[in-house]
């Protein structure tokens, strides 16, 4: 398989709700209007602390200077896993789990901290830009590493750079955070970036103003809603009663119209410091080959799976928990 190295250098940053007024006018040239900027990588997630954005340098000269925006102290790089040949942000869904065993966890095993975002059409694995040569040294054995130049993809040898990388010690990987499971089931969707001007002022509503004036009144309901518009592609996750609101034939849907459950990871804000939380809820998933969609927020970790498999996920997770 190859792994691409995308050329985007990322910035991940936190807007607290109360600011989102003061950045919508650049958040909404990000979203709607991308032909006026040079951004190319463009992420928002809403969840009930905040709102994380992940954004390339480009975008992130759209956003105000402001005391409500919060920016982790790094540059990301995006690593996307392609089956072979391809475009790296249009690939078939791998699934979080369909890489855990063979990314996620060789990177915790190096104490290489990952920022995970799943799309629609793919996964993208976030590292710190100064960690690059010990993510390549790692996986250059499993993968043919590419990296993207000026839209070319052009092959990369690992730097062969080996003096400090010591072979880790394998060591059990017991969940130490907190899971929940909130009562809402999502969607994960797509749509076609021609039709986004007839539903731009719907997206406005639901991404500025919360999820529309009927609220359920389900203390175990959360507010969680992501858009990301990445290379021209657009992906949507978002509560069943939001797709309602949309009208029909907009949203692409698999032909089995699949919901998913949302397992919640943390109790308190997670940080960016700590390894292997991705690989300790992806691991067990793996093994018991369950698909899911993972997206990392400023402050907690999502992981999406299947409806029908929540028992089951959460039952998994919670033997392998030193935190229930």
Same mark, same amino acid.
């Given at each position: 398989?190859?792994?691409? #190295?995308?050329?985007?250098?990322?910035?991940?940053?936190?807007?607290?709700?109360?600011?989102?007024?003061?950045?919508?006018?650049?958040?909404?040239?990000?979203?709607?209007?991308?032909?006026?900027?040079?951004?190319? $990588?463009?992420?928002?997630?809403?969840?009930?602390?905040?709102?994380?954005?992940?954004?390339?340098?480009?975008?992130? @000269?759209?956003?105000?200077?402001?005391?409500?925006?919060?920016? %982790?102290?790094?540059?990301?790089? %995006?690593?996307?896993? =392609?089956?072979?040949? /391809?475009?790296?942000?249009?690939?078939?869904?791998?699934?979080?789990? @369909? #890489?855990?065993?063979?990314?996620?966890?060789?990177?915790?095993?190096?104490?290489?901290? *990952?920022?995970?975002?799943?799309?629609?059409?793919?996964?993208?694995?976030? =590292?710190?830009?100064?960690?690059?040569?010990?993510?390549?040294?790692?996986?250059?054995?499993?993968?043919? &590493?590419?990296? =993207?130049?000026?839209?070319?993809?052009?092959?990369?040898?690992?730097? /062969?750079?080996?003096?400090?990388? *010591?072979?880790?010690?394998?060591?059990?990987?017991?969940?130490?955070?907190?899971?929940?499971?909130?009562?809402?089931?999502?969607? *994960?969707?797509?749509?076609?970036?021609?039709?986004?001007?007839?539903?731009?002022?719907?997206?406005?509503?639901?991404?500025?103003?919360?999820?529309?004036?009927?609220?359920?009144?389900?203390?175990?309901?959360?507010?969680?809603?992501? $858009?990301?518009?990445?290379?021209?592609?657009?992906?949507? =996750?978002?509560? +069943?009663?939001?797709?309602?609101?949309?009208?029909?034939?907009?949203?692409?849907?698999?032909?089995?119209?699949?919901?998913?459950?949302?397992?919640?990871? /943390?109790?308190?804000? &997670? /940080?960016?410091? +700590?390894?292997?939380?991705?690989?300790?809820?992806?691991?067990?998933?793996?093994?018991?080959?369950?698909?899911?969609?993972?997206?990392?927020? $400023? @402050?907690?970790?999502?992981?999406? *799976?299947?409806?029908?498999?929540?028992?089951?996920? #959460?039952? %998994?997770?919670?033997?392998?928990?030193?935190?229930?």
């Amino acid at each position: 398989m190859e792994l691409h #190295i995308l050329e985007h250098s990322l910035k991940v940053a936190s807007i607290e709700k109360e600011g989102i007024q003061i950045c919508s006018h650049g958040l909404i040239k990000l979203a709607f209007l991308a032909s006026k900027t040079r951004c190319k $990588f463009f992420s928002l997630t809403e969840t009930p602390e905040d709102y994380t954005i992940i954004v390339d340098e480009e975008g992130f @000269k759209e956003l105000p200077q402001s005391e409500h925006i919060s920016v %982790a102290d790094a540059t990301w790089l %995006a690593l996307n896993v =392609v089956p072979g040949g /391809g475009n790296a942000s249009n690939s078939q869904p791998i699934g979080v789990t @369909k #890489i855990a065993k063979s990314v996620i966890a060789p990177l915790a095993d190096h104490n290489i901290s *990952v920022f995970m975002l799943s799309t629609y059409q793919t996964d993208f694995i976030l =590292v710190r830009e100064r960690d690059l040569p010990l993510v390549m040294h790692t996986l250059s054995s499993e993968f043919t &590493l590419l990296r =993207v130049v000026n839209g070319e993809t052009v092959a990369v040898h690992d730097l /062969g750079v080996t003096n400090g990388f *010591v072979k880790p010690k394998l060591v059990p990987r017991p969940i130490i955070h907190p899971l929940s499971s909130p009562s809402n089931m999502f969607c *994960v969707t797509s749509l076609d970036p021609d039709t986004l001007p007839s539903v731009a002022t719907l997206l406005m509503d639901v991404m500025f103003y919360s999820s529309g004036p009927k609220e359920p009144e389900d203390s175990n309901h959360i507010r969680f809603f992501s $858009f990301s518009l990445i290379e021209g592609y657009i992906s949507l =996750v978002m509560d +069943e009663q939001t797709t309602q609101r949309f009208p029909n034939n907009v949203l692409f849907t698999s032909a089995s119209g699949e919901l998913w459950k949302m397992v919640r990871i /943390g109790g308190q804000p &997670l /940080g960016f410091d +700590e390894c292997g939380i991705v690989a300790q809820i992806s691991e067990p998933l793996a093994t018991a080959d369950i698909p899911a969609y993972y997206i990392s927020t $400023f @402050k907690f970790d999502h992981a999406l *799976v299947p409806e029908e498999n929540i028992q089951s996920v #959460i039952g %998994a997770l919670r033997t392998k928990s030193t935190a229930q």
